[in-house]
């Protein structure tokens, strides 16, 4: 059974910096472009970045560029998400997600990925 597991949200203030990390079993791991979402109370889910397969390439939203880093280690099996510089609008619940095609190049869209974590909160106080 494919399973991804986040962790490390929390309650920060603005300005602050989290590390998300998520987990993931039950699927070759390595063979899966991974993405990070997420979704504010009373709005659609919304992407926020993704990573290639072998590492090196990353894609980001307009509104994280430059404050969020994306990696993974697919030796651990393990897909982070660094965010810094935190606001207010960055409060929300954060999924990661599995690209549901093998081999597939990364992409923005919602409809793309076949498996998510079961998501963590992530608070920004002002």
């Known amino acids: 059974q494919v399973q991804l597991v986040e962790s490390g949200g929390g309650l920060v203030q603005a300005g602050g910096s989290l590390r998300l990390s998520c987990a993931a079993s039950g699927r070759t791991f390595s063979m899966y472009t991974m993405g990070w979402f997420r979704q504010a109370p009373g709005k659609e889910r919304e992407f926020v970045a993704a990573?290639?397969?072998?590492?090196?390439?990353?894609l980001y939203a307009r509104s994280v560029q430059g404050r969020f880093t994306i990696s993974r280690e697919n030796a651990k099996n393990t897909l982070s998400l660094q965010m810094n510089s935190l606001k207010p609008e960055d409060t929300a619940v954060y999924y990661c997600?599995?690209?549901?095609?093998?081999?597939?190049?990364?992409?923005?869209?919602?409809?793309?990925?076949?498996?998510w974590g079961q998501g963590t909160q992530v608070t920004v106080s002002s």
């Open positions: 997600a599995s690209n549901s095609r093998p081999f597939a190049a990364w992409s923005q869209v919602v409809g793309d990925y076949d498996v």
């Open positions: 990573i290639s397969r072998n590492e090196r390439s990353t």
